[in-house]
């Protein structure tokens, strides 16, 4: 029975290389109910999106090996994947990135300086139906 009532936890997937942030994301979406996958970068997620597919991913732009709008692309092009919905996660107030992600296709974005765990979790909440 319990794994049944797992299937229905929404999952997300959190790709983010900072892993206190990680942990903060980590414990606020655990207690509210959802499942996280976590992924320090672009190629482990890729890894995990191969066995697990989220409701939405939580993406940090800048990581080493393959960064957030490149991660987005390839979401993108992939059929199984391109409809999840993709909240960019960055420290800069860089325009022309968050120009570019949302050009890419990602919902929103999030400086994460200016918003506070439970602000993240309002607007997952948006994009996921419980």
């Given at each position: ?11 997300i ?11 903060i ?5 655990s ?22 597919i ?11 090996y ?27 107030s ?14 929103g ?6 918003f ?15």
């Amino acid at each position: 029975m319990e794994n049944i009532e797992n299937e229905k936890k929404p999952k997300i997937m959190v790709v983010e290389d900072d892993s206190f942030v990680m942990d903060i994301y980590q414990t606020k979406l655990s207690q509210e109910g959802y499942e996280v996958i976590q992924a320090e970068n672009g190629v482990e997620a890729f890894k995990k999106l191969e066995t697990k597919i989220p409701d939405l991913i939580l993406l940090d732009i800048i990581m080493p090996y393959m960064d957030g709008l490149q991660m987005l692309k390839k979401i993108k092009l992939e059929e199984k994947l391109k409809n999840i919905p993709v909240i960019l996660l960055t420290n800069l107030s860089q325009k022309e990135n968050i120009d570019e992600g949302l050009g890419l296709g990602a919902e929103g974005y999030l400086i994460k300086s200016h918003f506070t765990p439970s602000e993240v979790l309002e607007k997952i909440k948006k994009y996921i139906k419980k």
